[in-house]
């Protein structure tokens, strides 16, 4: 049996994560929002003005009542500002498993940044939420995405082949898992 929390914050070395605030939305158009080859790698839409992102915040601020909902932003501590996203996005209660979603900005990438939440994430949901098995997918042209998800310990299930349609283009979605025994 799952334990609910809701969101609550975490914080790793060089991260905070918490719930978001409406005073995140300039960080979020500077740093990921409005960047179409960032959004479009977890399909989902650009935003470029202040009162889309309201909209968006509406949608997230408004579903942290719920006991089994989990967004968090990414701080990063040194600058003190939102950096990225990271969720459960898909929460299956009877199954006792959850799905992580995350984007973190260009200029923050390729510094483990993502391996940092997503390690933290993993674990408040094994130790907190008392899941059984955390799934993640991402796009075969994700080669990024793909580098977090193996330093993170995942296991490789399967691929849905021709799963997006992408720029003309078919995209494999490729999904990995780990379940609480296997996390270190």
């Given at each position: 049996?799952?334990?609910?929390?809701?969101?609550?914050s975490?914080?790793?070395?060089?991260?905070?994560l918490?719930?978001?605030?409406?005073?995140d939305?300039?960080n979020?158009?500077?740093?990921?929002?409005s960047?179409?080859?960032?959004?479009s790698?977890?399909?989902?839409?650009?935003?470029?003005?202040k009162?889309?992102?309201?909209?968006?915040?509406?949608?997230?601020?408004?579903?942290?009542?719920?006991?089994?909902?989990?967004r968090?932003?990414?701080?990063?501590?040194?600058?003190?500002?939102?950096?990225?996203q990271?969720?459960y996005?898909l929460?299956?209660s009877?199954?006792?498993?959850?799905e992580?979603?995350?984007?973190i900005?260009?200029?923050?990438?390729?510094?483990?940044?993502?391996?940092?939440?997503?390690k933290?994430?993993?674990?408040?949901?094994?130790?907190?939420?008392?899941?059984?098995?955390?799934?993640?997918?991402?796009?075969s042209?994700?080669?990024?995405?793909?580098?977090?998800?193996?330093?993170?310990g995942?296991?490789?299930?399967?691929?849905l082949?021709?799963?997006?349609?992408?720029?003309?283009?078919?995209?494999?979605?490729l999904?990995?898992?780990?379940?609480?025994?296997?996390?270190?």
């Amino acid at each position: 049996m799952l334990t609910h929390t809701g969101t609550v914050s975490i914080e790793t070395e060089r991260l905070i994560l918490r719930k978001f605030e409406y005073a995140d939305d300039e960080n979020m158009l500077k740093y990921w929002v409005s960047d179409p080859s960032i959004q479009s790698m977890y399909s989902e839409p650009v935003y470029t003005t202040k009162e889309e992102v309201k909209e968006l915040l509406n949608k997230y601020i408004s579903a942290y009542e719920k006991d089994n909902y989990y967004r968090w932003a990414i701080i990063l501590k040194d600058i003190g500002e939102c950096i990225g996203q990271i969720a459960y996005f898909l929460v299956n209660s009877e199954n006792h498993f959850a799905e992580i979603e995350y984007c973190i900005g260009n200029q923050f990438q390729r510094r483990d940044l993502a391996t940092e939440a997503t390690k933290a994430v993993i674990q408040f949901g094994f130790n907190k939420v008392n899941l059984h098995k955390v799934q993640i997918c991402h796009k075969s042209i994700n080669i990024a995405s793909r580098r977090v998800i193996e330093k993170c310990g995942f296991v490789y299930e399967g691929t849905l082949r021709d799963f997006f349609y992408v720029d003309g283009e078919y995209v494999d979605r490729l999904y990995y898992s780990i379940l609480k025994n296997e996390f270190v």
